[in-house]
């Protein structure tokens, strides 16, 4: 699709682990939740009835359960085959949710600017130029391991977990075994990436695998290329796409 007439501000707020901006769908601006971790879109109540989808437990197989929806960030906008279903576990501001099934678009997440841009197919190479691939491995929960190296560790995955808080949350036995203490900065390596600093948070939970989130990033951004199971960094970890824009 080709760009929106008066796209939407691109603009995102994140706050914990919840990033969200404002998107159009259709004509309608709507508050949105970016929610890679979430295997299927879901919309609320108010904008499902406007859109005319089906209600919550209508069969997907169902021609009447289908409908393409033109779904806008920023000046760009992309079209999607609308299964989704009303939800009412929703927060009360929020419209649309994007999950993974919406995910299959190039979009950068550029936590330093706070701003998000969603890339035409046809920008594709451009867009990743010159960027580092990280390859992602989806598990069963919703998450991905990606090569991962953390100061003081030995293993070399990590889990990346988009409904994570944390800059980066190790388990509290990996933690005491490594002599990290909970608030400690340690440097932290995505893929080929510039190594970064990263503050532990340290919880009892089970696993041997740091957890990153959203707040990894933090500072930079990330072009998430979920329909091929990958995210893209800059080998420098203080550029962002300003070149592209």
């Known amino acids: 699709m080709g760009g929106l007439v008066g796209g939407v501000s691109n603009k995102i707020i994140l706050v914990a682990a919840t990033l969200t901006f404002t998107a159009r769908v259709d004509f309608d601006h709507v508050r949105a939740l970016l929610s890679p971790q979430a295997t299927v879109s879901a919309v609320s109540t108010r904008l499902s009835r406007k859109l005319q989808l089906p209600g919550k437990g209508a069969s997907p197989s169902s021609k009447h359960s289908r409908r393409q929806v033109d779904i806008g960030i920023g000046a ?83 889990i990346l977990d988009f409904s994570s808080e944390s800059e980066l949350m190790l388990p509290a036995a990996i933690a005491s075994v490594a002599h990290i203490g909970d608030g400690t900065v340690v440097e932290t390596t995505i893929g080929t990436a510039q190594p970064i600093g990263r503050k532990v948070h340290i919880r009892d939970m089970a696993g041997s695998l740091p957890v990153l989130g959203w707040q990894t990033f933090s500072g930079r951004d990330v072009l998430l290329d979920l329909g091929h199971n990958r995210i893209w960094l800059r080998s420098d970890a203080t550029a962002s796409t300003d070149a592209m824009r």
């Open 76 to 158: 760009e906008e992309m079209r999607v085959d609308a299964k989704i279903v009303s939800d009412l576990s929703l927060p009360a501001d929020i419209d649309l949710r994007i999950g993974r099934d919406m995910l299959d678009h190039l979009i950068d997440v550029d936590l330093k600017h706070q701003r998000i841009r969603l890339f035409l197919r046809s920008e594709y190479s451009r867009a990743t130029r010159g960027l580092t691939a990280i390859v992602l491995t989806p598990r069963e929960d919703g998450s991905w391991t990606l090569p991962t190296r953390v100061a003081g560790l030995t293993s070399e995955t990590g």
